[in-house]
């Protein structure tokens, strides 16, 4: 059960292949956990485009009744090489600017299986709230025990202290769609005491100085 001092997990940002993958598996996890989105009145943010386990997804999300909101890049949407979003699209300059977007409007995070964009944009995340910037939940969808080989490696790394335990615990697993929104909606971050004093309340400040300046040229 989830703690009442939890707040609710209204939007989930999905990360994943824009590749159906090897196994069908791998597509029937997106559509499944498109379905229990809807199901438990989750709205998805995305990358964009209708290919791979992006479309499962999405389209199982959009046909379902719950919002669906697409963040992409200019040139990918111009390029057409990611196929329509499904939902409410949202352009962006950058691939950073994107990142950042769907962050800004989504609770959590999932990682369905996927390429070097998924981990790259699972792992940037989880950077963020290892030095606590943010700390909302995010997780990997093991299907078919896709990342275990990644889960041992971070062990691994662990061991070779490069990574204390409580960084770790910032990644959470499961290798089902309904155990991992439970712990997603349960989980409550460990933040080391050093980290915790960092202020980040300055990037806002640089931010609105930037802002400023560019209206006032």
């Known amino acids: 059960m989830a703690s009442s001092s939890v707040p609710k997990i ?13 196994e069908k598996e791998f597509l029937e996890s997106a559509n ?27 389209i199982a999300v959009f046909l379902g009744g719950s919002q669906v909101l697409g963040v992409i890049p200019k040139a990918l949407a111009e390029g057409d090489i990611i196929g329509k979003i499904v939902g409410e699209e949202l352009q ?10 769907m962050f800004e409007h989504a ?7 996927g390429g ?10 989880s950077s963020w709230a290892q030095l ?15 990342y275990n080989t990644l889960l041992s490696f971070l062990d691994h790394v662990v061991e070779q202290q490069f990574l204390t335990f409580s960084v770790r615990q910032i990644l959470i697993s499961a290798a089902t769609t309904e155990q991992l929104i439970d712990e997603l909606q349960s989980f409550i971050p460990i933040v ?23 209206l006032s040229l």
């Open 92 to 101: 962006v300059s950058t691939m950073y600017e994107r990142l950042s977007v």
């Open 132 to 146: 606590n910037i943010q700390q909302k939940p995010k997780g990997l969808l093991n299907v078919n025990g896709f």
């Open 10 to 22: 209204k939007n989930i940002c999905v990360f994943g292949g824009s590749s159906p993958g090897k």
């Open 192 to 214: 080391d005491s050093s980290i915790s004093r960092l202020n980040w309340s300055i990037m806002e400040r640089c931010k609105k100085l930037r802002l400023d300046l560019s």
């Open 107 to 113: 609770d959590a995070f999932i990682a369905l299986p």
């Open 116 to 125: 070097l964009g998924t981990l790259e944009e699972i792992f940037h995340i």
């Open 32 to 58: 499944h956990l498109g379905q229990v989105l809807v199901e438990r009145k989750i709205h998805l943010v995305y990358g964009g485009g209708s290919l791979g386990l992006m479309e499962g997804v999405s």
